[in-house]
C-alpha cells in the first residue's frame, strides 16, 4: 500500500486513502522510536528539497529543514522575494526548473491552484505545506499525535473551534478518512464550505464517521475526545483580524469548555497561538495540552511521507536533449 505512495504529490488530506494515512504514521512512529537508525541510514544522502515560501513559518521551515538535515539531505529555503512567484517567473516554469535540481518541492502559497499548478507541471513530487485552501502536513502531524496518546483514530471523536479555514477543511477530510466522528464550531458565517462539508460527509460514509457543523462551542465540545484550534484570522486575513476578534468572541478553548470534554480529552493546536483570543494560554499548559508533541510530530510525519513518495530513487529524469 505504502508502494503506492511512490512519487505521488500530497496536495490534500483527500488524495491519502485510509490505509496510507495508517501507512505513513506507522513509519512516522517507527523512525521516531529509533532517530539513530533513520541518521545512519541517511535515506535522502545527495537529495534535495526545494521550499517555497509565500508567507511566514516557524513549524514547516524548521521541521522540514532538520527533518532533511537528519535523513541526509538538504533543504533549500526559498523565500517571497528570492523567487517572486508568478510575478519575476511563471508558476510553470519554476515547477520545471526545480524539477530538474530538487528531489522533492515542498511549498506554502495563498491559493490552493498556486500548488496545483506546481504539481501539474513538475516532474517531482509537490507537499502542500500551506495554502488557502488546506494544511495536509498539520493534520499527518495531529492524527499522529491523537494516534500516539488515544491508541487510536477511528471512533473517536473530535471537535474544532473556531474558524472554517484551511486546517479544518483538512481536519475534516482527514477524520473523515479514518472513521473519527468530528464537530465543527464556527461563528455564522465562518463554518467550512458546504461543498467541503458534503465531501467530508461523503468520504465519512465510508468509515462510519459523524460530520457535523455547529454554532455553539459547547455543543461541539461535549464529550469530545480532543479539543482543536486554530487562529481567528489567518495569514493573509491581516485586516480582518479587528473585525473577526469581535465576531469570533466565545470561540475560545477555555478551562470552562474543557471541562465539557471527557476527563483524557486531548487539546490541540497547530499554533503559533494568540492566547487570550482562540485559546487560553493555562489550557495549552495543562496535562490535557499536547501541542508541543504535535509540533515535533510535523517533522516525524513529514520524513515519512518524505521516504514514501521519494525514498528510493524513483526521479524522472528530464528529457535528455541528444
Ligand atoms: N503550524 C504551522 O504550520 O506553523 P508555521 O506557520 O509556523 O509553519
Ligand atoms: N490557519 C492558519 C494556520 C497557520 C499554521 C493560517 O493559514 O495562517
Known amino acids: 500500500m505504502a508502494a503506492s505512495l511512490h512519487g505521488r504529490s500530497l496536495l490534500s488530506m483527500r488524495d ?13 512512529a517507527a523512525q521516531k522510536r529509533d532517530l539513530a537508525a533513520l541518521r545512519r541510514s541517511a535515506p535522502f544522502c545527495g537529495r534535495t528539497l526545494a521550499m517555497i515560501f509565500q508567507k511566514p513559518s516557524l513549524r514547516t521551515r524548521v521541521s522540514f529543514e532538520t527533518g532533511m538535515t537528519l535523513m541526509g539531505g538538504h533543504a533549500i529555503y526559498l523565500s517571497p522575494a528570492d523567487i517572486k512567484l508568478g510575478e519575476r517567473e511563471s508558476t510553470e516554469d519554476i515547477a520545471l526548473v526545480l524539477s530538474r535540481y530538487a528531489d522533492i518541492i515542498m511549498a506554502r502559497v495563498f491559493g490552493h491552484s498556486i500548488v496545483a499548478d506546481l504539481a501539474r507541471h513538475a516532474t517531482v513530487p509537490v507537499i502542500n505545506g500551506l495554502s488557502d485552501f488546506e494544511h495536509p502536513c498539520q493534520i499527518l502531524a495531529d492524527l499522529l499525535t491523537v494516534r500516539e496518546r488515544k491508541g487510536k483514530l477511528e471512533g473517536l471523536c473530535g471537535a474544532y473551534i473556531g474558524d472554517g479555514n484551511n486546517v479544518a477543511n483538512s481536519l475534516l477530510f482527514g477524520a473523515a478518512r479514518v472513521g473519527m466522528n468530528f464537530t465543527v464550531a464556527s461563528p455564522p458565517g465562518f463554518e467550512p464550505t458546504a461543498p467541503v462539508v458534503a465531501e467530508a460527509r461523503k468520504m465519512a460514509a465510508a468509515t462510519g464517521a459523524k460530520i457535523q457543523v455547529v454554532n455553539n462551542p459547547a455543543d461541539a465540545a461535549r464529550g469530545a475526545d480532543m479539543l482543536y484550534t486554530d487562529v481567528w484570522a489567518s495569514m493573509g486575513q491581516e485586516s480582518e483580524a479587528a473585525a473577526r476578534r469581535e465576531k469570533f468572541r466565545g470561540f475560545q478553548i477555555d478551562m470552562p469548555l474543557l471541562k465539557l470534554a471527557r476527563p483524557d480529552a486531548l ?5 503559533p497561538a494568540h492566547y487570550g483570543e482562540e485559546i487560553a494560554y493555562d489550557v495549552t499548559r495543562s496535562p490535557n495540552s499536547a ?10 510525519a513529514q520524513n515519512a511521507l ?8 524513483h526521479r524522472k529524469e528530464g528529457k535528455d536533449p541528444r
Not at 491519502?16 to 512516522?28: G, N, Q, T
Not at 501541542?291 to 516525524?300: C, G, L, S
Not at 518524505?306 to 530513487?313: C, K, N, W
Open 267 to 271: 487539546v490541540l493546536h497547530c499554533l
Open 291 to 300: 501541542i508541543f508533541d504535535q509540533a515535533e510530530n510535523r517533522m516525524h
Open 16 to 28: 491519502l486513502s485510509r490505509e496510507e494515512i495508517h501507512a505513513i504514521l506507522d513509519l512516522a
Open 306 to 313: 518524505m521516504t514514501l513518495i521519494a525514498g528510493d530513487s
